[in-house]
């Protein structure tokens, strides 16, 4: 039994899924009804051991860098139609190195209506104005570190039509911009 238990587990592992975090900057959808604003914000101080590539013989050059990122979200929950809009930004501020200070702001909106009990209408768009490339969200995938300015705006639109009990028509048109910083 207890082997068989055993045998299991590791089935289940060895056969197991992709699992996807929920991107970080935002908040699980609210279920409250009407309006909800919700601000937050992290102030933050970290050490980096190795700001700069090194050679053979050289000083290690340690230094302190402050973390500032104010976010902020509003939800609106109605009978019919769901909005939601959020922001955050993020700078890293090195004490001494300031080339090296860093910036993102990221944006995201969203718009579902209930039209009619069989149609609903929807809406998102996202922004991201990045300095890496390799912070960019890119559906799967994630692009290799090249210190850039990069920025990304994707927006989406379409219905949903149940015309009958097994029969649905799902129709939506993307855009997407990517935009990098050659500077």
């Not at 960019?136 to 570190?145: A, I």
Request: aromatic residues 8%; glycine residues 10%; contains cysteine.
């Amino acid at each position: 039994m207890r082997t068989n238990v055993m045998l299991l587990a590791i089935a289940a592992m060895l056969i197991g899924h992709d699992v996807s975090a929920q991107p970080a900057p935002w908040a699980p959808e609210r279920l409250t009804p009407g309006w909800v604003f919700t601000p937050s914000g992290v102030l933050g101080v970290l050490h980096d051991s190795n700001v700069t590539l090194r050679a053979v013989n050289e000083p290690i050059t340690a230094e302190a860098v402050a973390l500032v990122n104010p976010r902020g979200e509003i939800d609106f929950n109605g009978r019919r139609t769901h909005f939601n809009a959020g922001y955050s930004g993020a700078l890293e501020a090195y004490r001494e190195l300031s080339e090296l200070n860093r910036y993102e702001q990221k944006g995201r909106l969203e718009v579902r209506h209930q039209a009619r009990p069989h149609l609903q209408l929807f809406s998102t768009a996202s922004y991201a104005n990045v300095p890496t490339t390799d912070r960019l969200e890119l559906g799967g995938g994630v692009l290799p570190f090249i210190g850039i300015g990069s920025q990304n705006f994707q927006a989406d639109g379409g219905f949903h039509l149940q015309l009958s009990e097994r029969t649905k028509l799902d129709c939506g048109l993307s855009f997407q911009t990517i935009h990098f910083d050659w500077q």
